[in-house]
């Protein structure tokens, strides 16, 4: 049985292409503005909801009053940008359902804006589109032509999307593959209980931690001077220019380095156990910010600024996205729990209590006087869930 994975790839665009693929970037951008302005206005005006329907009808006019512009791109890659925005509303009225007070969804500025998907290959694009070359491999985009690509690993599976990515000064094809051969690795016999956390990415029930490293604080503190450096330029200045270039260069970084972290850790996890049990992060996020690590962030990091720990804290997201992946295709099973009490209960005895966590660092049992890492008796205590869970699947 085959699973999905995506394949991403440096470009090497000549010049003209390269501007090319920017005004590509830029008129999709314009596109997702206008359309969210068009919902914007009806909404506060007329109380009327627009749809993604009623804005791709549109698209057919769009591109006829604009032979020049919009009109040089793919159909189908402005549907996917429509779309895009269509899930930006769809999860602003899931919060606004859900009692939250959410941003209405946000004009996207330049360098904001970094995506455009085709959502089939072949429909105005083409990956490999110069089969017959012998050396060099191409992905060919309406509006651009055929983009050399430094393929440095072959793709498997079949290739169903094709998105171009811009990355501070480079640009990426991702492409998404369905039908990519598993490949299942030896049954180890183990089974892990995870907790993410912020001065430890990952801690196991084994009582290993993976520290997040410390280049993404450095990196944090860097951006976080770089943004305060900008806002003393001037808008519309060279310099501020020059700046905002530099911080998109130094986020680019960030999470290159996150997810090469992030892989290492989750084929350590994948290698060595057979079933992983982690926090369900949609619910852990919000319990988080209501008790959890936010208001503590542990003994590595300091009180920092928001900025920081939302740069180590976006870190769990990636991870376990890249994990899920990895997991189907070794085969194994990952579970997710409810975090819920998961750090205050004692996994010794069971006796649940905010007291018992001593201090960020170290729980503490009030009832049995167990004491551990508190990290490493939350991962106990999730393993214990989601083997629990396990077997009540099986009996049912
Ligand atoms: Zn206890």
Redesign the pocket.
Known sequence: MGVRRSFKFLLRPTSKQAAALTQCLEDHRQLYNAALEHRRIAYRKAGVTVRYGDQAGELKHIRADDPEGQSRWSFSSQQATLRRLDKAFAAFFARVKAGRTPGFPRFKGRGWFDTVEWPKDGDGCRWDSQPQHPTATYVRLQGVGHVRVHQHRPVLGTVKTVSVKREGSRWYVVLSCDDVPAEPLPATGAVVGIDMGVASLVTTSDNVHRENPRYLAVAADRLAAAQRDLARKKPGSKRRRKEVARIAALHGKVRRQRLDYAHKAANALVRDYDVIVHEDLRISNMTRSASGTIEAPGRNVAQKSGLNRSILDAGWGVFLQILAHKAESAGRELIAVNPASTSRT??????CAKE?RATQAEFR??????AAHADVNAAINILRAGLALRRAAEAA
């Open positions: 004692c996994s010794c005895c069971g006796h018992n049992c009030t009832a049995c006087g167990h």
